[in-house]
């Protein structure tokens, strides 16, 4: 039986995923019994996701996998299902929703009307099975308040999201930020709690998972700058400057140099600097470290973006499990 909190607006869940097996078990379970309908939008698993969500009392919506799948085409197909009022958790598959957090997130809603998205800390299952977990649960902190965006999990008003036409379905990376910016033009607000929202499991156990994962982001740096980033908004213009000039323009300017003076490779210990000047002011060295090597990564995702753009191709999603 569905339990409803009084005087607040009806709430649903829209869960997105793809082969997620037992997590997406235990993503479901964590919903179930506390929205009024629980919409799964599969994403061609070939696993047996699909009956394990019909088992667990979700609608099953499929997307048809001739068009190219993104996460922001599966939320808004999601919302289609719905009825288009109260409010709306979005979750990723490979997600719990922690216990309290639907009845906190949406009273919170319900007594700030200009708020259209309420997130809070998204935590990692594992922080301690890779260095890599690590420093995504790290990334995942950040202080309450007002915030500019969200992250895949949150909860949003219905309302608000139909406003402004939803997710930009042919975004493959970064589209919560860039939803939350149109919401911000249109005159709403984003707020991050001091409260568990969801626990994560990255599951990312080698480099090359970790290096896929940070390129998407400099491709979502990228291409969020190409759509938002003139004035006054400069959304990611400056995160997109940052990746170029340390991921590609630095080391190309040290190695030209060094073909007309071999002291030009002194220019190097500029990254070692770099590194540990982020290491003291976060206490992390491995912060540090691969904050600076991420650069690279980052700076090949942007320059994929613009060649695709210029040959006029569509960049396929970058997947790093």
């Known amino acids: 039986m569905t339990m409803r909190l009084p005087d607040l607006p009806p709430l649903d869940a829209v869960v997105i995923g793809r ?14 019994g506390q929205v009024r309908r629980l919409v799964y939008v599969d994403s061609g698993s ?12 979700a609608e099953v ?8 799948f993104t996460a922001a085409r599966a939320r808004n197909a999601g919302l289609a299902r719905l009825a288009g009022d109260g409010f709306v958790m979005l979750v990723d598959g490979d997600c719990t929703v922690a216990p309290g957090w639907l009845g906190q997130a949406a009273e919170h809603l319900a007594a700030h009307p200009d708020t259209a998205v309420v997130c809070g800390r998204r935590r990692e299952i594992a922080p301690h099975a890779s260095v890599y977990n690590r420093l995504i649960d790290m990334e995942w902190d950040g202080p ?20 402004v036409g939803g997710f930009n379905a042919a975004l493959i990376a970064g589209e919560e930020p860039e939803l939350c910016l149109r919401l911000r033009r249109a005159g709403w607000e984003v707020h991050r709690l001091d409260a568990e929202m ?9 480099f090359g998972q970790w290096w896929r994962r940070t390129r998407r982001a400099g491709h979502a740096f990228a291409e969020g700058a190409a759509l938002h ?5 400069r959304h990611w213009v400056t995160e997109t400057r940052r990746a170029l000039f340390w991921g590609a323009a630095l080391p190309l300017a040290i190695l030209l140099l060094s073909f007309l003076s071999a002291h030009a490779l002194w220019l190097l210990l500029i990254y070692p600097a770099q590194v540990a000047r982020l290491a003291l002011r976060r206490g992390d060295w491995a912060w540090g470290v691969f904050t600076v090597l991420g650069k690279v990564a980052e700076a090949q995702g942007a320059l994929g973006y613009y060649l695709g753009r210029l040959r006029g191709r569509r960049r396929e999603l970058i997947e790093y499990r």
Request: hydrophobic fraction near 40%; aromatic fraction near 0%.
């Open 46 to 57: 070939t696993d047996s996701s699909v009956e394990a969500a019909r088992t667990a009392g």
């Open 198 to 206: 969801t626990r994560h499991d990255a599951a990312i156990t080698r």
């Open 19 to 32: 082969n997620e097996g037992a997590r997406l078990d235990a993503c479901l379970a964590s919903l179930r």
């Open 229 to 233: 980033g003139a004035p006054p908004d």
């Open 144 to 163: 309450p308040g007002m915030v500019r965006a969200c992250g895949g999990d949150a909860m949003m008003r219905q309302d608000a999201l139909r406003a």
């Open 61 to 68: 919506v499929a997307l048809d996998m001739d068009r190219p």
